[in-house]
């Protein structure tokens, strides 16, 4: 792949098992990273500390998506720290796990919450930080979606709802944003973190065997698809690219 010398890209959730995995990657590729994080700040500043730098300066910043002053600051802050920003990955996500047919338990406390997060938050990271993005004239927004937006299947209905509302609002900022700044969503199916570590061993063998490559999402292939879709993808933009080992095909 080329290489993101100079680049600066900020990545929400970064703390994260996945966001981890895409700072890494963007780093090694080049890039000066600010690891942005909603309460994981030892993570995040262990994270940055740990990545490596040659010219690269890594960074980390509270990106608190929910609070659009919070974000109209960490603009402020990277525009003075950098000077621009090249890519921004929305990787940041909340959920909870509750069965589809019990909507009594999907209470509207936790609707606001995920829908604040996964939609409304993508959104206002993207405006938070457009002007940084556009001044290059070639940013890049890869929003970290999930197959659930195609299979409506996943942790609960609103979970599924929010990502179906993302990759909308990918193809919707892509045409308006245009020429200056891309807009892509990745779709990952299970992506083997911590978290999903702790999911049942039978229900992931069954995952498994229908899933035609027969095995769960790295964390460094999501990382490795951002990196993609900034250096040898450059005419991409307002789609969903989904990276699953196959599994929305079943």
Not at 152 to 169: H, I, T
């Amino acid at each position: 792949m080329q290489r993101l010398n100079g680049k600066v890209a900020l990545v929400t959730g970064g703390a994260g098992g996945i966001g981890q995995a895409i700072c890494r990657t963007l780093a090694e590729h080049g890039a000066s990273v600010v690891v942005g994080y909603n309460a994981s700040e030892q993570a995040a500043w262990r994270l940055a500390q740990a990545l490596p730098a040659a010219e690269q300066r890594h960074q980390a910043r509270a990106a608190v998506v929910t609070d659009g002053a919070s974000l109209s600051r960490l603009a402020v802050d990277i525009d003075r720290e950098y000077g621009r920003c090249d890519i921004l990955v929305n990787c940041h996500g909340t959920t909870k796990f509750i069965a589809h047919h019990d909507l009594d338990s999907l209470d509207d406390g936790l609707i606001d919450t995920i829908l604040s997060t996964n939609v409304r938050g993508s959104f206002a990271t993207v405006r938070a930080m457009r002007a940084l993005l556009e001044r290059h004239g070639n940013g890049l927004v890869v929003n970290i979606s999930s197959i659930s937006a195609a299979l409506a299947l996943g942790s609960n209905v609103m979970y599924c709802a929010s990502k179906a509302a993302l990759d909308n609002m990918t193809r919707s900022l892509a045409r308006a944003l245009a020429p200056k700044i891309r807009v892509v969503s990745l779709s990952p199916g299970l992506v083997k973190t911590d978290f999903v570590n702790t999911f049942d061993a039978d229900w992931l063998e069954r995952y498994v065997a229908a899933t035609p490559l027969q095995r769960v999402i790295l964390p460094e292939e999501i990382g490795q698809a951002v990196v993609a879709i900034a250096t040898v993808l450059p005419a991409v933009t307002g789609v969903v690219i989904p990276v699953d080992g196959g599994r929305t095909l079943t």
